[in-house]
């Protein structure tokens, strides 16, 4: 199954050319066989975020979602709130498994504010911004990504 996943990285330091944590993300895509929709780097702010998620989901018609970065304790950190400022239901499943995944390789994962969540036939999920730590995230649920995409787009078990 050929999955269309879009990266919106959020970051106030960073553009397209120094998002490493993205272009990780992006081979992780390839590895797979899967389509990137889409990379974006976008500022701290939960309107250019919340843009960026619509605009992956509804015009790039991206299955999947991947926003990377602005899930810390900073107040800068932004991204759970933006997304939730344009997503219908929450799937705390797979934030929950980020963070326990994650906690194997480092307690400062329990600092992670990440979410998971749909809009309409789409899942998008928060990871962290470093690349080190959005490769462990991809690593702790991405053999999931066929199937959740499969149930968000309306399919049968």
Request: net charge negative.
């Amino acid at each position: 199954m050929d999955i269309r996943i879009a990266i919106v990285t959020c970051s106030d330091t960073r553009d397209l050319s120094a998002d490493e944590a993205g272009a990780a993300l992006e081979e992780l895509i390839a590895q797979e066989g899967w389509t990137c929709a889409g990379h974006v780097v976008v500022h701290d702010e939960v309107d250019e975020i919340s843009a960026a998620i619509v605009a992956a989901a509804d015009e790039a018609r991206a299955d999947i979602v991947i926003t990377c970065g602005g899930t810390g304790l900073s107040l800068r950190d932004v991204t759970p709130e933006a997304t939730r400022a344009v997503c219908d239901r929450d799937v705390p499943g797979i934030a929950e498994a980020m963070r326990a995944y994650s906690m194997t390789k480092t307690r400062r994962a329990m600092l992670s504010r990440a979410v998971c969540m749909q809009r309409g036939g789409c899942l998008v999920v928060n990871f962290p911004g470093s690349t080190k730590a959005a490769r462990e995230c991809w690593e702790g649920i991405a053999d999931q990504f066929e199937h959740a995409a499969k149930m968000t787009a309306g399919g049968g078990h």
